[in-house]
């Protein structure tokens, strides 16, 4: 009786498919450069040259295939002729789709966040790394709950999460994802959905105002210790500029030439939600939707830092001028940074910068995959 008890015991607590550490996930990576060429190689030295043909086909070695497969204990290597090479753990799956190869590396949880972790936000105190692993794996898992049932479940770009495989997987990364395995942010008994920036310069946003988007839980908090904003270190809070003749932002957007961007809506700290580019005729766009149109123009995400600037026009010429780096919504690294150092817990980091959500371990939620 007692070692059926015991059993039961320990089925519950290593409950198979349920821990986050057992989730697999499939990352597309690589996909920024479209590549039709891809050389993958083995530690053993066992080479593959991939090559994409037309549509979904492509060749392997020269030989038809539809799908390339490679699973190694060793990190296996990609290599993008002229343009990138990079390690992987884990298994590759490589397949044709409109003329480009698709890459997309199947890695565990915690392997994929112990260079989420680093690649998103660098070197940090390990309290604030702590706080950053709940983020990067409530997101993961809020994108692998969303897509389970495709190829991929996330890319390693800025509308997924970064991840540049295992030379950004670092010790204190790792450190932070073990000493937090399973947690994750949630609300009301269900998993989050997170956000993180940068530097927000004094102040976080909202997604209501950002975005458009309404979600209750996510709200504006004061970015600030004792009256002087926390993240006053970041090399993004002292003013910015950038400057573009309108031409080239008539390239950026999908309109001809205008003479005048007007501000539509800006909040009390400055933060701008909606421009105005006029001509005879207008277009209005949210400012986050153009920041991201000129920062895959320019392939240059320095440029518009932030949405919190001023914008004047001179000679055909737009000058933009601000302060902070990123969307400015929900956790500010530059700040939790800062909290690590003032010697802040990470649950105390997180509760600062999202006060309506809970540390959860993502087991007990009401998950949509049981
Ligand atoms: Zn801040």
Same mark, same amino acid.
């Given at each position: 009786?007692?070692?059926i008890?015991?059993?039961?015991? =320990?089925? %519950? *607590? @290593?409950?198979?498919?349920?821990?986050?550490?057992d989730?697999?996930?499939?990352?597309?990576?690589?996909?920024i450069?479209k590549?039709?060429?891809?050389?993958?190689?083995?530690?053993?030295?066992e080479?593959?040259? %991939? &090559?994409?043909?037309?549509?979904?086909?492509m060749?392997?070695?020269?030989?038809?295939?539809?799908?390339?497969?490679l699973k190694?204990?060793?990190?296996?290597?990609?290599?993008?002729?002229?343009k %990138?090479?990079?390690?992987?753990?884990? &298994?590759?799956?490589?397949?044709?789709s409109?003329?480009?190869?698709?890459?997309?590396?199947?890695?565990?949880?915690e392997?994929?966040?112990?260079s989420?972790?680093?690649?998103e936000?660098?070197a !940090?105190?390990?309290?604030?790394?702590?706080? &950053? !692993? *709940?983020l990067?794996?409530?997101? !993961?898992?809020e994108f692998?709950?969303?897509n389970?049932?495709r190829?991929?479940?996330?890319?390693?770009?800025?509308?997924?999460q970064?991840?540049?495989?295992?030379?950004?997987?670092?010790?204190?990364?790792?450190? !932070?994802?073990n000493?937090?395995?399973?947690?994750v942010?949630s609300f009301? $008994?269900?998993?989050?959905?997170?956000f993180?920036?940068?530097?927000?310069?004094?102040?976080?946003?909202?997604?209501g105002?950002?975005?458009?988007?309404?979600?209750?839980?996510?709200?504006?908090?004061?970015?600030?210790?004792?009256g002087?904003?926390?993240c006053?270190?970041?090399?993004?809070?002292?003013t910015?500029?950038?400057s573009?003749?309108?031409?080239?932002?008539?390239?950026?957007i999908?309109?001809?030439?205008f003479?005048? *961007?007007?501000?539509?809506? /800006?909040?009390?700290?400055?933060?701008?939600?909606? =421009? /105005? @580019?006029?001509?005879?005729?207008?277009?209005?766009?949210?400012?986050?939707?153009?920041?991201?149109?000129?920062?895959?123009? @320019?392939?240059?995400?320095?440029?518009?830092?932030?949405? /919190?600037?001023k914008? #004047?026009?001179?000679?055909?010429?737009?000058? @933009?001028?601000?302060? $902070?780096?990123?969307?400015?919504v929900?956790?500010c690294?530059?700040?939790?940074?800062?909290?690590?150092?003032?010697?802040?817990?990470?649950?105390?980091?997180l $509760?600062f910068y999202f006060?309506?959500?809970? *540390?959860?371990?993502?087991?007990?939620?009401?998950n #949509?995959?049981e």
């Open positions: 009786m007692k070692k008890l015991c059993n039961v015991i =320990l089925f %519950i *607590i @290593f409950m198979p498919g349920w821990l986050t550490s989730v697999i996930m499939k990352v597309s990576v690589l996909g450069f590549p039709v060429r891809v050389i993958v190689s083995t530690e053993k030295k080479k593959y040259t %991939i &090559q994409a043909i037309w549509g979904e086909t060749e392997v070695n020269g030989k038809k295939q539809k799908e390339f497969i190694d204990p060793q990190p296996l290597t990609v290599e993008i002729p002229d %990138i090479t990079r390690q992987f753990p884990g &298994q590759l799956q490589i397949y044709c409109e003329g480009k190869l698709i890459i997309v590396n199947h890695i565990p949880m392997d994929y966040l112990a989420v972790v680093h690649c936000i660098g !940090a105190p390990a309290e604030t790394l702590k706080a &950053q !692993a *709940i990067c794996r409530t997101k !993961a898992l692998y709950q969303r389970k049932k190829k991929y479940y996330i890319s390693d770009l800025t509308d997924g970064v991840y540049k495989g295992l030379s950004h997987m670092n010790l204190s990364a790792r450190e !932070a994802v000493l937090t395995r399973d947690e942010m009301k $008994g269900k998993l989050a959905t997170v993180f920036c940068s530097t927000c310069a004094g102040e976080t946003s909202y997604p105002f950002v975005w458009k988007k309404e979600i209750e839980y996510i709200v504006p908090v004061k970015c600030e210790y004792k002087t904003p926390l006053i270190d970041s090399p993004h809070f002292k910015w500029t950038w573009c003749p309108l031409e080239q932002i008539s390239r950026v999908p309109m001809g030439k003479d005048h *961007i007007d501000i539509i809506e /800006r909040d009390e700290f400055g933060r701008v939600s909606l =421009l /105005r @580019f006029r001509n005879t005729w207008n277009m209005v766009l949210k400012t986050e939707t153009f920041r991201i149109m000129v920062g895959r123009y @320019f392939k240059d995400w320095g440029l518009l830092k932030s949405a /919190r600037f914008v #004047e026009i001179k000679d055909r010429k737009a000058f @933009f001028t601000g302060q $902070g780096l990123g969307h400015g929900g956790l690294q530059w700040g939790a940074k800062k909290l690590g150092e003032l010697g802040y817990k990470y649950r105390s980091i $509760g006060p309506r959500l809970m *540390i959860t371990d993502y087991y007990s939620l009401k #949509e995959d």
